[in-house]
DNA sequence: GTCTATAGTCCGATAGAC
DNA sequence: GTCTATCGGACTATAGAC
């Protein structure tokens, strides 16, 4: 993965560093400087590792993304059924304010047009789309979900909810927005229970 | 609400100019010299009418606030039950990838700043989220959906779903992103509905 | 690999004449 | 109300020594 060994860790202080600021601020509201300023590495230092501001955001979306599906995966197999790890990943305790790490850069034009950054957000959230498409299928195919629904609509439909729900918070600055996106949400879900 | 006669109409242009700008780019992304040349208004016009940018946004985010309710309740009397207004006004032809002109405002950390931009931001949304909470309470009153659920949860997840959407869409530059999360919304919607 | 100095560009705003 | 000229600052990147 490290192309060379670095003596000092720089490099992983960078990435590190971009990877919280790319959260709390976005892309275009990320800067070389304060990513020096959180990493503690000089402006040298930096454009040698990573000859642009692309080059260390990619980087970071790649380190996001592997870690975001290892951790999703491990929360997920806790569930009993299929449906409940469903229910489980809408009732994942989160930040409301602070959004999910990919879903936050959608509306930036700039990550839009390059596509070394939109892609590694698209496909992040194509993979949670399809997980939550998966134990849908999973569901109906047990008996536990009824068997009339599209997965793959309902599965997009769940990550849309979440991100929706940060969208919500962010505007009213207010945690219960996002935690009333929730509430609605798992009683929907609830709707694709099999009848008894 | 004009102060004052103007004579060319160049501060409607600046607002007009505005409007579309912010719908497009967002508030950081959009700079007044994209402003002047789409309204093809000069320096000091623009600044004569809004001293700062913050104004000229604040202004273009009440004209479409005051728009944007005005159009929907027209769009939702079409419907003949409570309920099949909270499907029309999911099902309503968007284009996805360019968003809400409110929604798309949240992940800009200078409009969360900034009162006089988040202010009217949160509560268009909020006006949009009870405006379908109201519909989905008389449809509770009326019998048409079941009486079982929390009209202001599930009002503010059809909000956020929409929000998603566009997400989605915006991340893989694809409308039928958005349409997928669309039927999934309606599909969930369905789960609603008073069993008979 | 790291440092300091500097470049070139755009941003949002101001000055002051007409 | 509108014009042109200009400003201070921030942003992203480059140069070149150590």
């Keep these: 993965m490290a192309q060379e060994r670095a003596r000092t860790g720089s490099r992983e202080r960078l990435v590190e560093a971009t990877r919280e600021l ?29 000859p642009t501001k692309v080059d ?40 409301g304010e602070k959004g999910c790490r990919f879903g936050r850069l959608t509306l930036d034009d ?23 498409e998966a134990l849908l299928r999973e569901g109906q195919a047990s008996g536990e979900l009824r068997p009339d629904f599209s997965a793959e609509a309902v599965g997009a439909t769940v990550i849309a909810m979440l991100q929706g729900a940060h969208v919500l918070a962010r505007a009213d600055r207010s945690q219960a927005s996002y935690e009333r996106v929730i509430e609605g949400a798992l009683t929907l879900l609830e709707g694709l229970e099999s009848r008894r």
Tied chains: 1, 2.
């Design 110 to 132: 700039a990550v839009l047009e390059d596509e070394r950054l939109r892609r590694p957000v698209s496909e992040t959230l194509t993979w949670y789309r399809q997980r939550m």
């Design 22 to 50: 790319l959260w709390q601020h976005g892309y275009s509201g990320t800067t070389p400087a304060a990513i020096r300023a959180r990493s503690d590495v000089g402006q040298g230092s930096m454009y040698h590792h990573f």
């Design 56 to 95: 260390l955001a990619a980087e970071a979306l790649r380190v996001s993304s592997a870690e975001a599906e290892r951790s999703i995966d491990a929360y997920l197999d806790e569930a009993p059924s299929p449906g409940a790890a469903v229910a489980r990943y809408l009732s994942k305790p989160r930040d």
